[in-house]
């Protein structure tokens, strides 16, 4: 390749717990198997709708060696819960000053991956997935660094929800981080946890999420990215779900200027795997959700409800896969995604996919693109609602039924509110 | 109806032998040297007395088919195609080496025949009886092209169109499917043989299905046959593509390709039933069938529906498209694709809407058996210009035994959001109630699996034209004995 | 001022001439009865009088109250006092009956100059209408129609009118679907809300519903005009001989 491949090359910093054989040789082998990919491109089947031209274009330096910006506060736009522990990171850097983690019973682990490595070099060795084919991942493996490692003891069940929140900031210079979270919930155990994302500024935040759910275990994870009009955000989520384990997963998108999360899920037997989420874009936004259920178990259920809102110029990508291996049988996977396209210049890309070795299934997935239905908006102001505040209804309804897929209340209550307040600006955006 | 196992197996291994027969006695006759090179082609354009714009549109098509690689996205499995290893052009066969009479053919072939109930003419063209033999059938096409041509329709070979309609062909040839288009497309442009031409003309609707005369005068067609439909101005045909029969044939690479254009107004109604030679339990042998087929409504309130039940060849590899070009234009496409054994198929369809209120119906049955791995892919496109575009889609699966595979894979492209797109799938395996509920009222197995197949696909089977539905519904039931314990 | 008028009202639906010429006049006070053969375009007219996209008048006039109404949005026509029970009431998921309602309520109440209800005083308001017509908190809280029975949606519709207290209603077809007892409930929620400023047009195609809410007026409506005017003697008539001797005569 004759460019430079970005993020490696300006890449200096001093990564925590070098000099450590085993860590040295992951980034070392990740960072080669990057070089040699490079950023996937469209033709890359997984990337077909998700352009990374602009990104690559921006010339993003690495924020571990730049961070000029303090931030003192946690700014607005995260979810809003009433009582959770919180951990913060800042460029992908765990900030103790704003972080709150008192108070965790007996049995958790919650502290920063840098403190952990710095703790004790071997603790966290052979605990990483192998991500070769996942290119962004494997840029990520080859700079890790920071990130959340949260342990629950088989039986835990935590009090209230942990709040992982990550802030991008940038001044002049646009910033790169690859924040690298893990989280193991033994079996058993018990936990909801809640990330947000958000920021201002033009930063890259590349973050992997790796969910070991375990045996018997309920975990709700929920999401909110609402990252800053200039933000570049990819994630990929690698989540192995135990048998008998519960996952809860929803995830709402509705900041950022290109913004992909990826999750993939690995199912044991008799497991109940939900995947939700919503999407809501306006101006020249990109958003992309891309699912993989890896039905590799017997007598799993597996359900899944994306919905989309596009408006203005926006983009959304909505790309699901079941499989579904050849000795699963009795499996139940359903996955639906709706997307609502409200203004000329949206457009979505929507690729549901099922591959299916075993007979004994049940499996289906449906897909719907279109503006609001007249019939309603009709109903609605036959008995006296005004158009904008009918269409507001229907949207808000239509957004509604992905977010009452969210088990765990408070979570959903505060979900609801963001997606109230983005329903609120696009009708002043209106006038 | 007890239908066996045995007899399946027998007709396959009828047709392989049949298969590897063909090479044999080819020996005396015309035809080029084995492999592929420009020599080759010049050769066949020759044998055909082309104008010279034609032999150019090959060469060039030869040219940019050495640079692209094979396709490699549908999700089917085969050693990798050795085109040298092949030849390219054969004069027919000649009489002498034809049976001559039914007697001569093997009794299993025509059981499976008696079981379809094709009607004995038929019977002997389909067996390859020679064909001064079958004097019947021919005065009947000749009666058939009587009644077209007082009307004005052109309906004649490929070749034959060449020499007679210069300036259609030459007008249309390519216009659908571009050359350069797809690997397996821009071979069979290099050195098509022969194929089928379609002129309807304005106005006119052509007084019978094309599919009667065509069975009868279908003998071969050949490996890279070439189709091409013209509907004009507020015309209508229905064409009838293959037999429900077993048909032999001694080539494994079939690379056709299929081009409709509806003008104004025109419809275009085209079904096939692919029952070519799908290879034996093992997966030795069968038909690699590469088919390109599109069409283009070019026209306002045009309509192409393609319907397809294939249940044969040892790799299907096809999406009969539609672009729909003019407002109010209509595309439908209905398939039933039966994998059985070590069968592949990956099929499926595209719409691309273009023009304003343009509406699409997809319904796809696939039934997977055996070792079987079956893959509905297609892609609906909505352009940014296709105000008030409607689609749906309606893809379901159905498995038969536990190793075989049913795979989905829907893109959905949408930019213009008046359009509305639904998109449904479901896969599940065939309903244990409803086999006992038939087993109860009597039924064997194979009877109760064929009675509830024919039910699932219910809704493409009922688009074909009335003769070939009863054939075509016979043919599931043949085409997955053998697949319930 | 009669309450609606509607004067040679002619409209087509997809470029098709539905209605032919309609004429009708309704003073407040009064209760009409529309029957008349499927596609005769009974809905049609309710449509058109409600103000649907779709439904495009070619010709004629409508005054509501000494208003054109079909200047009017359908939102402002509602507001106004106009109000359609539908044939077939629409299901919307993840819009909540009560939330619903109470967006419409006071959307109208705003248009009357009354103040907006609170959630309790709504609360109160709806149950109280609610109870009469038979329908429980439970289906107030799930989304709007949807899963409603036929009866269930019919009902649902006669609340509505309950709360939105309207000037002039259309029922289309509102009994059908209902079993004996939902049909006493019904018309007896109708029947309430019978009175000297109100005016109705009930749409149906049988007798039994004429023996509860008691037309002043009965029209019959074949292919898009109205062929015969009676009192309420002639819905009698016609279950008795059919539509085919009115609509006969008619073409005779
Ligand atoms: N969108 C449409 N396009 C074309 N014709 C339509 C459309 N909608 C309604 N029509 C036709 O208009 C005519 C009148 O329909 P309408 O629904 O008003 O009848 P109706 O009198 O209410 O019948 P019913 O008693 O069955 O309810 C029918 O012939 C119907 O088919
Ligand atoms: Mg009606």
Redesign the pocket.
């Given at each position: 390749m004759a460019q430079p491949v970005p993020f490696l090359e300006d890449f200096d910093a001093v990564l925590p717990g070098a000099g450590t054989g085993w860590l040295d040789r992951l980034r070392a082998d990740a960072q080669e198997a990057f070089r040699k990919s490079g950023l996937p491109t469209p033709r890359t089947e997984a990337w077909k709708y998700t352009n990374l031209r602009r990104l690559a274009r921006t010339g993003f330096v690495a924020a571990e060696a730049n961070q000029t910006t303090e931030v003192t506060t946690v700014p607005e736009g995260i979810v809003a819960l009433e009582d959770a522990y919180v951990a913060v990171f800042v460029n992908g850097r765990f900030a103790p000053s704003l972080s709150s983690l008192d108070g965790l019973s007996e049995g958790v682990e919650a502290t920063s991956l840098a403190a952990k490595l710095s703790a004790d070099r071997t603790s966290l060795e052979g605990q990483f997935s192998d991500v070769t084919d996942l290119p962004m991942a494997t840029l990520n493996t080859g700079l890790l660094s920071d990130g959340l490692y949260l342990k629950l003891d088989d039986g835990v069940a935590l009090d209230k929800p942990l709040h992982l929140v990550s802030i991008g900031t940038a001044g002049e210079e646009p910033v790169s981080f690859h924040p690298r979270h893990l989280i193991v919930a033994g079996a058993g155990s018990v936990a909801t946890i809640v990330e947000s994302h958000v920021g201002s500024g033009a930063y890259f935040s590349n973050s992997v999420s790796e969910v070991s759910v375990g045996d018997g275990a309920v975990l709700n994870h929920y999401k909110l990215q609402n990252e800053g009009p200039e933000a570049y955000h990819l994630a990929a989520n690698l989540v192995r779900i135990a048998d008998r384990a519960v996952y809860d997963n929803f995830v709402l998108q509705v900041g950022g200027n290109l913004a992909r999360n990826e999750i993939r899920s690995e199912l044991g037997e008799r497991v109940e795997c939900r995947l939700n989420g919503a999407y809501l874009a306006c101006g020249e936004q990109h958003i992309d959700n891309t699912t993989f259920i890896d039905h590799a178990a017997p007598n799993s259920s597996s359900r899944e409800v994306y919905k989309g809102v596009l408006d203005e110029n926006a983009r959304g990508v909505f790309q699901g896969k079941i499989l579904v291996r050849q000795d699963s049988q009795k499996t139940d996977g359903h996955q639906l995604n709706k997307t609502l396209l409200l203004s000329p210049g949206t457009e979505i890309d929507t690729k549901p996919e099922l591959e299916i070795y075993a007979d004994d299934v049940q499996c289906s997935h449906g897909a719907t693109t279109g503006e609001l239905e007249e019939e309603p908006l009709f109903y609605l102001r036959a008995r006296g609602i005004d158009p904008q505040t009918a269409r507001g209804m229907l949207v808000a309804a239509f957004v509604g039924e992905a977010l009452d897929e969210i088990q765990a209340e408070a979570p959903r209550a505060a979900f609801q509110a963001v997606v109230d307040d983005w329903l609120e600006s696009r009708s002043e955006r209106q006038g | 109806m007890a239908v066996s196992t045995e007899t399946l197996e027998q007709v396959n291994s009828i047709a392989e032998d049949g298969y590897k027969h063909g090479f044999v006695t080819d020996i005396e006759q015309e035809s080029a040297p084995k492999g592929l090179n420009e020599d080759i082609i010049r050769f066949i354009s020759a044998k055909k007395e082309e104008p010279e714009w034609l032999l150019e549109w090959r060469l060039k098509a030869y040219r940019h088919w050495l640079t692209m690689p094979e396709p490699e996205w549908a999700k089917v499995d085969f050693p990798p195609i050795d085109y040298q290893d092949a030849y390219y052009y054969s004069a027919p066969k000649s009489d002498a080496d034809k049976p001559k009479s039914l007697d001569e053919v093997d009794p299993k072939l025509l059981e499976t025949y008696e079981k379809l109930g094709i009607p004995l003419r038929e019977q002997e063209v389909l067996a390859g009886v020679a064909v001064d033999a079958v004097f019947d059938s021919v005065s009947v096409a000749t009666t058939y092209k009587k009644k077209l041509e007082e009307v004005g329709v052109i309906f004649c070979s490929f070749s034959e169109a060449v020499q007679e309609h210069p300036e259609l062909v030459q007008k249309y040839l390519g216009s659908v499917v571009p050359y350069a288009d797809n690997k397996h497309a821009c071979l069979n442009c290099a050195v098509f043989t022969d194929g089928s031409f379609v002129y309807i003309p304005k106005g006119v609707r052509c007084p019978m299905e094309l599919s009667t005369y065509f069975r009868i005068n279908a003998e071969n067609t050949g490996q890279f046959e070439r189709t091409l439909i013209i509907a004009d101005e507020g015309s209508y045909v229905s064409y009838l593509e293959g037999c429900t029969a077993p048909q032999r044939d001694e080539h494994q690479l079939h690379a056709a390709v299929v081009e409709l254009v509806a003008l104004d107004d025109a419809e275009i109604k085209y079904s096939t039933v692919q029952n070519w030679y799908p290879g034996d339990e093992e997966g030795r042998g069968g038909i690699y069938n590469f088919v390109t087929k599109r069409g283009a409504c070019r026209g306002k309130n045009s309509k192409i529906a393609w319907t397809q039940v294939e249940t044969g060849s040892a790799i299907t590899w096809k999406y009969p498209s539609c672009l729909l070009i003019g407002d109010n234009s209509v595309g439908e496409f209905y398939s039933v694709a039966i994998t059985a054994n070590r069968q592949q198929a990956d099929t499926g369809t595209k719409m691309i809407h273009i023009g304003k209120n343009t509406s699409s119906t997809i319904i796809s049955k696939g039934i997977s058996a055996g070792r079987a791995d079956q893959s509905y892919r297609g892609l609906v496109k909505v352009m940014a210009s296709a105000e008030g575009a409607r689609n749906f889609t309606q893809c379901d699966s159905l498995l038969i035994g536990d190793q075989c595979g049913a795979h989905t894979v829907p893109y959905i492209e949408t930019s213009n959001p008046s359009a509305r797109v639904e998109h449904e799938a479901t896969t599940a395996k065939i309903s244990e109630d409803q086999l006992f509920y038939c087993l109860q009222r009597g039924l064997s197995a194979e009877e109760a699996v064929s009675v509830i197949v024919n039910g699932f696909c219910k809704e493409v089977m009922k688009t074909l034209p009335m003769e070939f539905a009863v054939e075509a519904q016979k043919l599931i039931g043949i085409s997955l004995e053998g697949s319930v314990g | 001022m009669s309450l609606i008028e509607i004067r040679d009202l002619h409209a087509t639906?997809?470029g098709?001439e539905?209605l032919k010429g309609i004429d009708l006049t309704i003073e407040a006070g009064e209760v009409h009865a529309i029957m008349?053969?499927?596609?005769?375009?009974?809905?049609?007219?309710?449509?058109v009088l409600a103000g649907r996209d779709?439904y495009e008048v070619t010709s004629g006039q409508v005054l509501f109250d000494g208003e054109d109404l079909l200047e009017m949005e359908a939102d402002e026509r509602a507001r106004s006092g106009l109000f359609l029970a539908f044939?077939y009431p629409v299901e919307i998921p993840g819009v909540a009956t009560t939330t619903f309602l109470k967006t419409a309520v006071n959307a109208v109440r705003e248009h009357r100059g009354e103040g907006a209800l609170d959630a309790m005083q709504f609360l109160k308001f709806v149950r109280e209408k609610a109870g009469a017509l038979n329908i429980n908190d439970d289906m107030l809280r799930r989304a709007l129609n949807v899963g409603f029975s036929g009866g269930e949606k019919k009902r649902n519709e006669v609340l509505q009118m309950a709360v939105l207290e309207p000037k002039f209603a259309v029922l289309?077809?509102t009994d059908s679907g209902l079993d004996i007892d939902a049909l006493k409930i019904v018309a007896d929620g109708v029947n309430a809300l019978r009175g000297a400023e109100r005016g109705m047009l009930v749409?149906t195609?049988y007798q039994r519903l004429l023996d509860y809410i008691v037309p002043d007026h009965v029209h019959i409506?074949a292919g898009?005009k109205i062929i015969q005017s009676g009192d309420k003697t002639l819905a009698l008539e016609l279950e008795e001989k059919g539509y085919a001797s009115f609509v006969g005569a008619e073409a005779a």
């Open positions: - | - | 639906v997809d098709k539905i008349g053969p499927n596609g005769s375009g009974k809905s049609t007219l309710s449509y779709g044939q289309d077809e749409i195609h409506l898009g």
